[in-house]
């Protein structure tokens, strides 16, 4: 029985083994003796120092006490100076074991269990403990304590916790917690995780925090890395970098202000917030709107402009222009949106031009330093211009100020293409707001964010480095508290001076930060996937936005297949790849020219307990049984004909339930950090998985490796698994361990030649 890893990793070393006698049986999952009902981690790191207490409580279901050997995988780099344990109120001293003992141990297990997973950790040191006696049919609370030194590069402290490991037994602990604070007498500047579930504050220059709690269902499937960086500087910029030797690179770029901006040193900001009134926002949509505006008026600093523009057959402007913040002026507005009805048409056109022309212009009144729109409606235009093409003609005639529009549509019934258009036209941002959700919350979150812009018009140079396919291509402005990460692609490498120019109080600045661009370092292999994900984003919105394109919709399948992104609308693409591996190795798909259950997974009901637990293991299916597999995979063809029905139906309706959501996806895609296919049930995932930099497809039974050509077919070296020829090659290559410890039944390519594992 598959014997993994428990609380970054149990391994159990008994005396007599519980389970003796008992074997895998298909449809079956055997119990093991000893499980995790809670796994608590606080963490807190002072000035690069981590210290770390981990509480445990095992549980031991078995006839008997029993025995077992704690280990901690340690990060490359990490230097752990003090590591104890406590047990029923006893504390005892650990090992700090170097990566070379530490490998032997690592391999040991490998071997006696015939399971691969520890040969992620190949190369790195660990911790080990003794646990002595665990009560039979009783519980037991283990503390471990222990301080480490960060790793400490290019200006970035890099923290990192095996997760993966503390899944034991096919299974992992039944609420996992970490709670985990910084403390920096440098200003900490930047703050960053690839991990989806980890929830990431900076709550002053000088203190940050990040917390999640996971329960087994949703375990993740990689372990957490924490990136953040300190600097005396006002503006913080950290750079992460990956590239393969001779290929292009992939870098991403972290950018923020520091947390305490003074007041006085904020841009100034004239804010106008246009307000769709007419007939359809009757009833619960209009009192919370008032109440968003209410807000609005009440959060403005003291050097603010402001107009509030209700719309509806026509506009009707608070104020003939923006105001200065002043008493008198926030109590008429505050006094005319208690007047407010909804009633009447939709007149965008007529909203969009007073928003960007004055009555009565001035020339004495002070220019603001950023101009901002904020556009709320829940219907389409109705009165006066209403063709899509006309209303954004106008707009860009009228905005010669540069003002940015941040648009929400309300409900399913709004005109996304015209709304996303506006926003992405003036540079601005959208959002939506879905039946079940209040306007007043929704917006609040975006006029806070909005109340304290740093820096605006910003752009980005690098000296002595080719880059491309830089995302976002325009910066967005930068508010207190806020934060930009920017993905691309270089050639080149080396030290590299990094220039970030701004406008700052009306002032153009130059801020010069340094960073290195790495010729051949593969480790945050994260960043491929992070970039090829919001090109794909960008890719399926340029084509929801505007046609389906043949170069467009080329690429799209190009970096699909490449990359394994699964999203809404592309996991057809990653079975269409698994098709190509499958010819390939000459394997007959079935006659749909669908890949059928057997055609992936095989016969063998041994083998499809195998990829049971490891597809369970890298978070693809809820269940270690192969029953759950079988009614997943089902689920996978039925998904990916609905991805691709999708896909081809991007950007047919600019309204309606679907469109409103496309719009949201493929923002949410694009902007945030948090990969998508994590948070999305993409059965898709199921036959083909993303493993540190390749993916893999599977092909009867096997995980073929994408590299894989017709070519290679009957000329692959055949490994057996666990032997010293497959130490050996994991010796020689250890770039492979990643992909090894996914599975012990896999066709790997390695500098162009096929190596089967069985």
Same mark, same amino acid.
């Given at each position: 029985m598959r014997l993994t890893i428990l609380c970054c990793l149990l391994n159990f070393a008994l005396s007599a083994s519980p389970i003796q006698g008992q074997q895998d049986r298909v449809g079956q999952h055997w119990p093991a003796p000893l499980s995790t009902s809670l796994y608590r981690i606080d963490v807190s790191i002072k000035d690069g120092v981590a210290s770390t207490e981990i509480l445990?409580?095992?549980?031991?279901?078995?006839?008997?006490?029993?025995?077992?050997?704690?280990?901690?995988?340690?990060?490359?780099?990490?230097?752990?100076?003090?590591?104890?344990?406590?047990?029923?109120?006893?504390?005892?001293?650990?090992?700090?074991?170097?990566?070379?003992?530490?490998?032997?141990?690592?391999?040991?297990i490998v071997r006696s269990r015939r399971d691969p997973g520890l040969l992620e950790y190949i190369g790195k040191g660990c911790l080990r403990a003794r646990i002595f006696p665990i009560p039979a049919k009783d519980s037991v609370q283990v503390k471990v304590r222990y301080t480490q030194v960060i790793p400490f590069n290019a200006g970035v402290y890099q923290w990192n916790f095996p997760l993966k490991a503390t899944r034991w037994q096919g299974g992992a602990p039944k609420k996992t917690v970490l709670d985990l604070r910084i403390d920096s007498r440098v200003p900490i500047k930047n703050l960053y995780s690839p991990h989806p579930s980890l929830d990431l504050v900076r709550k002053d220059d000088h203190h940050a925090r990040a917390s999640m709690e996971l329960a087994k269902t949703i375990y993740p499937r990689r372990d957490i890395n924490l990136f953040y960086s300190v600097s005396k500087e006002r503006v913080g910029l950290n750079l992460l970098s990956y590239r393969k030797a001779q290929d292009a690179g992939y870098f991403l770029l972290m950018l923020s202000p520091q947390a305490e901006w003074p007041q006085s040193e904020f841009a100034s900001k004239s804010v106008q917030f246009v307000l769709d009134?007419?007939?359809?926002?009757?009833?619960?949509?209009?009192?919370?709107?008032?109440?968003?505006?209410?807000?609005?008026?009440?959060?403005?600093?003291?050097?603010?402009?402001?107009?509030?523009?209700?719309?509806?057959?026509?506009?009707?402007?608070?104020?003939?222009?923006?105001?200065?913040?002043?008493?008198?002026?926030?109590?008429?507005?505050?006094?005319?949106?208690?007047?407010?009805?909804?009633?009447?048409?939709?007149?965008?056109?007529?909203?969009?031009?007073?928003?960007?022309?004055?009555?009565?212009?001035?020339?004495?009144?002070?220019?603001?330093?950023?101009?901002?729109?904020?556009?709320?409606?829940?219907?389409?235009?109705?009165?006066?211009?209403?063709n899509t093409e006309d209303l954004l003609s106008a707009l860009a005639r009228r905005n010669t100020s540069g003002t940015r529009f941040f648009v929400f549509g309300v409900g399913n019934e709004v005109n996304t293409s015209l709304l996303d258009k506006i926003a992405v036209q003036t540079g601005g941002d959208r959002d939506y707001v879905k039946e079940e959700e209040n306007i007043e919350l929704k917006t609040s979150v975006l006029l806070e964010k909005l109340s304290h812009p740093v820096m605006t018009d910003l752009r980005l140079f690098i000296d002595g480095l080719e880059t491309s396919e830089i995302l976002p291509g325009k910066l967005p402005d930068l508010f207190k508290g806020g934060r930009i990460i920017s993905v691309g692609r270089y050639r080149g490498h080396g030290m590299r001076a990094i220039r970030l120019r701004a406008n700052v109080q009306g002032q153009e600045r130059e801020f010069v930060f340094e960073g290195k661009f790495a010729e051949n370092d593969q480790a945050q292999n994260f960043i491929p996937s992070l970039w090829a994900q919001r090109k794909i984003a960008q890719l399926l919105d340029a084509i929801r936005l505007n046609g389906a394109l043949p170069e467009l919709v080329q690429e799209v399948h190009r970096l699909g297949r490449e990359h394994a992104v699964v999203t809404p609308y592309t996991s057809h693409l990653i079975l269409e790849e698994g098709l190509r591996v499958s010819r390939a190795r000459r394997h007959t798909p079935s006659p749909d020219h669908r890949r059928s259950f057997?055609?992936?997974?095989?016969?063998?009901?041994?083998?499809?307990?195998?990829?049971?637990?490891?597809?369970?293991?890298?978070?693809?299916?809820?269940?270690?049984?192969?029953?759950?597999?079988?009614?997943?995979?089902?689920?996978?063809?039925?998904?990916?004909?609905?991805?691709?029905?999708?896909?081809?139906?991007?950007?047919?309706?600019?309204?309606?339930?679907?469109?409103?959501? $496309?719009?949201?996806?493929?923002?949410?895609?694009?902007?945030?950090?948090?990969?998508?296919?994590?948070?999305?049930?993409?059965?898709?995932?199921?036959?083909?998985?993303?493993?540190? $930099?390749?993916?893999?497809?599977?092909?009867?039974?096997?995980?073929? $490796?994408?590299?894989?050509?017709?070519?290679?077919?009957?000329?692959?070296?055949?490994?057996?698994?666990?032997?010293?020829?497959?130490?050996?090659?994991?010796?020689?290559?250890?770039?492979?361990?990643?992909?090894?410890?996914?599975?012990?039944?896999?066709?790997?390519?390695i500098e162009g030649k096929a190596i089967e594992l069985h």
């Amino acid at each position: 029985m598959r014997l993994t890893i428990l609380c970054c990793l149990l391994n159990f070393a008994l005396s007599a083994s519980p389970i003796q006698g008992q074997q895998d049986r298909v449809g079956q999952h055997w119990p093991a003796p000893l499980s995790t009902s809670l796994y608590r981690i606080d963490v807190s790191i002072k000035d690069g120092v981590a210290s770390t207490e981990i509480l445990q409580v095992i549980h031991n279901a078995g006839s008997r006490p029993l025995e077992a050997t704690w280990l901690l995988p340690l990060p490359v780099d990490a230097i752990a100076d003090r590591f104890t344990m406590t047990m029923g109120g006893k504390e005892t001293s650990g090992e700090i074991l170097p990566p070379d003992k530490a490998r032997r141990i690592y391999e040991r297990i490998v071997r006696s269990r015939r399971d691969p997973g520890l040969l992620e950790y190949i190369g790195k040191g660990c911790l080990r403990a003794r646990i002595f006696p665990i009560p039979a049919k009783d519980s037991v609370q283990v503390k471990v304590r222990y301080t480490q030194v960060i790793p400490f590069n290019a200006g970035v402290y890099q923290w990192n916790f095996p997760l993966k490991a503390t899944r034991w037994q096919g299974g992992a602990p039944k609420k996992t917690v970490l709670d985990l604070r910084i403390d920096s007498r440098v200003p900490i500047k930047n703050l960053y995780s690839p991990h989806p579930s980890l929830d990431l504050v900076r709550k002053d220059d000088h203190h940050a925090r990040a917390s999640m709690e996971l329960a087994k269902t949703i375990y993740p499937r990689r372990d957490i890395n924490l990136f953040y960086s300190v600097s005396k500087e006002r503006v913080g910029l950290n750079l992460l970098s990956y590239r393969k030797a001779q290929d292009a690179g992939y870098f991403l770029l972290m950018l923020s202000p520091q947390a305490e901006w003074p007041q006085s040193e904020f841009a100034s900001k004239s804010v106008q917030f246009v307000l769709d009134t007419s007939g359809s926002m009757q009833g619960e949509k209009i009192k919370q709107a008032k109440a968003a505006l209410r807000f609005f008026v009440q959060s403005l600093n003291p050097s603010d402009k402001f107009n509030v523009i209700p719309f509806a057959t026509e506009a009707r402007p608070f104020f003939d222009g923006p105001q200065a913040v002043s008493e008198s002026s926030i109590a008429k507005a505050m006094q005319n949106i208690e007047t407010l009805v909804a009633r009447g048409g939709t007149n965008i056109d007529d909203a969009l031009d007073r928003a960007l022309t004055r009555a009565v212009p001035n020339q004495q009144d002070q220019v603001a330093d950023v101009r901002i729109v904020v556009f709320l409606t829940d219907g389409q235009p109705t009165v006066g211009a209403t063709n899509t093409e006309d209303l954004l003609s106008a707009l860009a005639r009228r905005n010669t100020s540069g003002t940015r529009f941040f648009v929400f549509g309300v409900g399913n019934e709004v005109n996304t293409s015209l709304l996303d258009k506006i926003a992405v036209q003036t540079g601005g941002d959208r959002d939506y707001v879905k039946e079940e959700e209040n306007i007043e919350l929704k917006t609040s979150v975006l006029l806070e964010k909005l109340s304290h812009p740093v820096m605006t018009d910003l752009r980005l140079f690098i000296d002595g480095l080719e880059t491309s396919e830089i995302l976002p291509g325009k910066l967005p402005d930068l508010f207190k508290g806020g934060r930009i990460i920017s993905v691309g692609r270089y050639r080149g490498h080396g030290m590299r001076a990094i220039r970030l120019r701004a406008n700052v109080q009306g002032q153009e600045r130059e801020f010069v930060f340094e960073g290195k661009f790495a010729e051949n370092d593969q480790a945050q292999n994260f960043i491929p996937s992070l970039w090829a994900q919001r090109k794909i984003a960008q890719l399926l919105d340029a084509i929801r936005l505007n046609g389906a394109l043949p170069e467009l919709v080329q690429e799209v399948h190009r970096l699909g297949r490449e990359h394994a992104v699964v999203t809404p609308y592309t996991s057809h693409l990653i079975l269409e790849e698994g098709l190509r591996v499958s010819r390939a190795r000459r394997h007959t798909p079935s006659p749909d020219h669908r890949r059928s259950f057997d055609d992936v997974f095989g016969k063998d009901s041994r083998v499809l307990a195998r990829i049971s637990r490891e597809l369970y293991q890298a978070g693809a299916i809820p269940e270690d049984s192969p029953g759950s597999l079988r009614g997943s995979a089902k689920g996978a063809n039925a998904e990916s004909e609905e991805s691709g029905r999708r896909l081809s139906g991007l950007g047919k309706k600019d309204s309606g339930r679907n469109a409103v959501a $496309d719009s949201l996806a493929l923002d949410d895609f694009y902007r945030r950090s948090t990969p998508l296919s994590s948070v999305l049930p993409a059965k898709a995932k199921l036959l083909s998985q993303r493993i540190a $930099d390749r993916s893999f497809h599977l092909v009867d039974g096997i995980w073929v $490796d994408s590299l894989f050509r017709p070519e290679m077919l009957g000329k692959e070296q055949r490994v057996e698994a666990f032997t010293e020829a497959y130490f050996q090659l994991l010796s020689d290559h250890p770039e492979i361990a990643p992909y090894l410890a996914f599975s012990a039944r896999m066709i790997l390519v390695i500098e162009g030649k096929a190596i089967e594992l069985h």
